[in-house]
Each structure stands twice: as structure tokens, then as C-alpha cells.
């Protein structure tokens, strides 16, 4: 699981079901003890279908072994998500 992997299946995904208006994508991996967190934004120009955002929670959750997500949106058009892999560390990236 690498932050490049994760972020290609993510546009991959918007680009299949239609979702054009989505401005940029940020994924980040980190550590919180012996449990591998990752956290996504994403910035939407336009509303979405929640059908549509619901089958994208699925296919993260098939591409990170992730089943439990937690979202909020801090600011106006970005979608921020967090996943906790328990007892998974993230390798440390390179310098």
C-alpha cells in the first residue's frame, strides 16, 4: 500500500463512474502507534451522487483492506476521510 498505488485507484475510479468536477486529490500515510492510518482529500467542484461516493468508499476499502472510514468536511468542497489499519505500520518514506 503506497500513497501513488492509492491515489491512482482513486482517479481511476472517479474517471470510470463520470466524476469530472474533482479538483485535486491529496493521500497521505502516516503511523499512530502500531496501527497505519491514511488520510484522503478530496476537493469537489460540483455535488456528487452519494450512490456513486458510497461505491467509492467500497473500492478504497478492496484497495487498502480498510473497512472503517471516518469522513467530515472541514472546508466547503473538501472531503476529508480517514482509515486506521490495525496493527499495520506504514513504512517510513524515503528522505
Known amino acids: 500500500m503506497d500513497q501513488r498505488s492509492i491515489k491512482a485507484a482513486i482517479k481511476n475510479y472517479w474517471r470510470t463512474n463520470g466524476v ?22 478530496i476537493y469537489l467542484e460540483k455535488p456528487i451522487s452519494f450512490n456513486i461516493f458510497r461505491g467509492f468508499i467500497e473500492q478504497l476499502s ?9 469522513i467530515y468536511a472541514p472546508h466547503g468542497r473538501e472531503i476529508k476521510l480517514i482509515g486506521e489499519q ?7 518514506s524515503k528522505p
Do not use: C, F, H, M
Not at 479538483?23 to 488520510?39: E, F, H, P, Q, T
Not at 490495525?86 to 517510513?92: C, E, F, H, I, T
Open 86 to 92: 490495525k496493527n499495520k505500520v506504514n513504512p517510513k
Open 62 to 70: 478492496n484497495t487498502t483492506g480498510i473497512n472503517e472510514w471516518s
Open 20 to 41: 469530472q468536477d474533482v479538483k485535486y486529490i491529496k493521500v497521505r500515510l502516516g503511523n499512530k502507534g502500531d496501527n497505519a492510518l491514511i488520510s484522503i482529500g
